[in-house]
């Protein structure tokens, strides 16, 4: 009989470990879930709704002695490591081209990231999804890893940055919203700033989704847990 304990409960230590949580959840306002836990392999999968797979070096640039992403441990499960090369970049998945997130007048944006300090201190680039001038968002770091929040107006790019950055080499959360007449931004669930701004318009096609570049700005230097986008401005964060 004690051996028998001994067994289910060394099978429910097993389980609890295998079955690490993850960062985000899929709810009914979310339109796109990247747990990024997969492991292994070249594709990230979208555990939202639309389903916008995700895939490095999709544009069919890699040389074949040129290292992908890495898979290591993250903040919750599995994440991706970046090094700051083009080719370790993720686009969409061919099936992907064409899905549409949905969104209108109000976003949410958020992600678990450790960036690392790159070899210069620089810029980089996180997450796009825009048609310039026309409409879409992104998110840029600052050397100092402030948040660049980026929304299209219908003439060009409406922008505010966080006062605070990011510590490197340390997990943290940070959520980017609108809700059709301001800008914010959180650092792990605490306002950092916010600007009134009307017009912006955030529906993007998903061709357009890139993460750990974006156009004009340096690749993104160090780990991505887990993104998740949601069609409402959001206020409550978890952060443990």
């Not at 070096?57 to 090094?83: I, S």
């Not at 790159?118 to 810029?123: E, I």
């Not at 990011?166 to 950092?192: E, K, Q």
């Amino acid at each position: 009989m004690r051996n028998i304990i001994i067994v289910m409960a060394s099978a429910l230590i097993a389980g609890a470990a295998y079955a690490q949580p993850s960062a985000f959840v899929s709810d009914e306002n979310t339109v796109a879930l990247w747990n990024f836990d997969e492991g292994e392999g070249p594709i990230t999968r979208d555990a939202g709704p639309i389903g916008i797979h995700l895939r490095y070096n999709e544009r069919g640039d890699r040389k074949p002695d040129e290292t992908p992403p890495k898979w290591v441990r993250g903040k919750f499960g599995k994440a991706l490591l970046f090094n700051g090369d083009l080719r370790q970049t993720l686009w969409n998945a061919a099936d992907s081209f064409k899905k549409f997130f949905g969104l209108k007048d109000a976003i949410t944006f958020e992600a678990w990231v450790k960036p690392e300090d790159p070899p210069a201190p620089k810029n980089m680039g996180f997450f796009q999804n825009m048609e310039y001038s026309k409409n879409g968002f992104r998110i840029n770091f600052s050397a100092g890893f402030n948040v660049g929040w980026q929304l299209q107006d219908g003439k060009g790019e409406v922008v505010i940055n966080s006062k605070k950055g990011l510590p490197p080499g340390v997990w943290s959360h940070f959520a980017c919203t609108y809700d059709g007449t301001v800008m914010r931004i959180y650092i792990n669930g605490v306002l950092d700033t916010e600007k009134p701004i009307n017009g912006c318009i955030i529906q993007s096609r998903s061709d357009g989704i890139s993460i750990a570049y974006t156009g004009g700005y340096p690749f993104f230097y160090g780990a991505i847990d887990s993104i998740r986008i949601s069609k409402i401005a959001r206020t409550e964060f978890k952060v443990e």
